[in-house]
């Protein structure tokens, strides 16, 4: 299985901040990684697919980059709406895998 | 615009089989080139990866759970089921449904959207 490990696993960032999150797998997996926003009781949503490219209707402050084996996605401003749990998943090969998940708490 | 929504009993006991639905609404599950999924989520813990059906037809699943799971899409193309089999205290889950949808540029796929998710708990 593909290993993948977020960081940090936890931050506290103030509204306006530039946040990064990233995803680092244990294979190279192309592009082939997404990411996802969870917020409390709710189900996650999809925010990048193949690295890099916003899902329609997510807010373009979110963007997402790398290849290979280390991935990131930055908030470039902090909003109190982004307080959630954020999800990096691999689609390159079975079975598809998660990150541990990263908690971003708004200060 | 696609929705879908995740139903069956909240509480299952020990040794037995759950099962749930998820029902699709704004597509039919034999149309189009999607994968059909179910996630679970532990409590307090992240995302597992359960198994998918493409396109109707074959199954997928996570090896870890291939033994005891079964998912199956019912003769209304608007329903896709989950079985898991013989269930313990491990299986107790918040169950999601999700829509895969694949790359044009590459055997890759990302799940949007997702169902509000279920909670199942196995206790006698």
């Known amino acids: 299985d593909i290993q993948m490990t977020q960081s940090p696993s936890s931050l506290s960032a103030s509204v306006g901040d530039r946040v990064t999150i990233t995803c680092r797998t244990s294979?190279?997996?192309?592009?082939?990684l997404n990411w996802y926003q969870q917020r409390p009781g709710k189900a996650p949503k999809l925010l990048i697919y193949s690295a890099s490219s916003l899902q329609s209707g997510v807010p373009s402050r979110f963007s997402g980059s790398g290849s290979g084996t280390d991935f990131t996605l930055i908030i470039s401003s902090l909003q109190p709406e982004d307080s959630a749990t954020y999800y990096c998943q691999q689609s390159h090969s079975s079975p598809l895998t998660f990150g541990q998940g990263t908690k971003l708490e708004i200060k | 615009q696609v929705q879908l929504q995740e139903s069956g009993p909240g509480l299952v006991k020990p040794s037995q089989t759950l099962s749930l639905t998820c029902s699709v609404s704004g597509a039919s599950i034999s149309s189009g080139d999607y994968y059909w999924s179910w996630f679970r989520q532990l409590p307090g813990k992240g995302l597992e990866w359960i198994g998918y059906i493409y396109n109707s037809g074959r199954p997928y699943y996570n090896p870890s759970l291939r033994s005891r799971v079964i998912i199956s899409p019912d003769t209304s193309n608007v329903q896709v089921s989950l079985e898991v089999t013989s269930v313990t205290a491990a299986d107790t889950a918040v169950y999601y449904c999700?829509?895969?949808?694949?790359?044009?540029?590459?055997?890759?796929?990302?799940?949007?959207?997702w169902g509000q998710g279920t909670l199942v708990t196995v206790s006698s």
């Open positions: 999700a829509r895969g949808i694949p790359s044009a540029r590459g055997p890759t796929n990302w799940f949007d959207p």
């Open positions: 294979q190279r997996i192309n592009n082939y």
